[in-house]
C-alpha cells in the first residue's frame, strides 16, 4: 500500500523560510517523479514543482528562484525548501507520487498517488 505523508508545515511571516518532507511507503509502479502541489482557499490545486526519476527539476513561475525541490532516494523522502515565503504561498501543500498514465493515447507523468496534505501559512 503506498502512502505518503507531508511534515514541516506550519506559520512563518513573509520573508521567512519553511522546510516541508514527504515519507513515502510502498511500491509505486511505473513511477516517473515526485512533486509539490498546493491549494490555497477558494482555489483550484496548482503544480508548484516537481522532480522527475531523471533528476530533473522544473518549477512555478511563481516560486521559482524562492523554492528548492530535492529528494534522498535512500530515505524515500521527498523535500520543498522554502524561501523568502510571500503571502502568498498561504495553501494547503501536497505532495504526489507522478506515474505514467495513458491519456488520449498519449503517456504521461501525472500524479497517480497524493499525501493529506500540510497547511503553511504566511503572514504579514
Known amino acids: 500500500q503506498v502512502q505518503l505523508v507531508e511534515s514541516g508545515g506550519g506559520s512563518v511571516q513573509a520573508g521567512g523560510s519553511l522546510a516541508l518532507s514527504c515519507a513515502v511507503s510502498?511500491?509505486?509502479?511505473?513511477?516517473?517523479?515526485m512533486g509539490w502541489y498546493r491549494q490555497a482557499p477558494g482555489q483550484e490545486r496548482e503544480w508548484v514543482s516537481t522532480?522527475?526519476?531523471?533528476?530533473?527539476?522544473d518549477w512555478a513561475a511563481s516560486v521559482k528562484g524562492r523554492f528548492t525541490i530535492s529528494q534522498d532516494n535512500a530515505k524515500k523522502t521527498l523535500y520543498l525548501q522554502m524561501n523568502s515565503l510571500k503571502t502568498e504561498d498561504t495553501a494547503v501543500y501536497y505532495c504526489?507520487?507522478?506515474?505514467?498514465?495513458?491519456?488520449?493515447?498519449?503517456?504521461?507523468?501525472?500524479?497517480?498517488?497524493w499525501g493529506q496534505g500540510t497547511q503553511v501559512t504566511v503572514s504579514s
Open positions: 504526489a507520487a507522478l506515474t505514467l498514465q495513458f491519456r488520449a493515447y498519449v503517456v504521461e507523468c501525472l500524479p497517480g498517488y
Open positions: 510502498g511500491d509505486i509502479v511505473n513511477r516517473c517523479g
Open positions: 522532480i522527475k526519476s531523471s533528476g530533473a527539476t
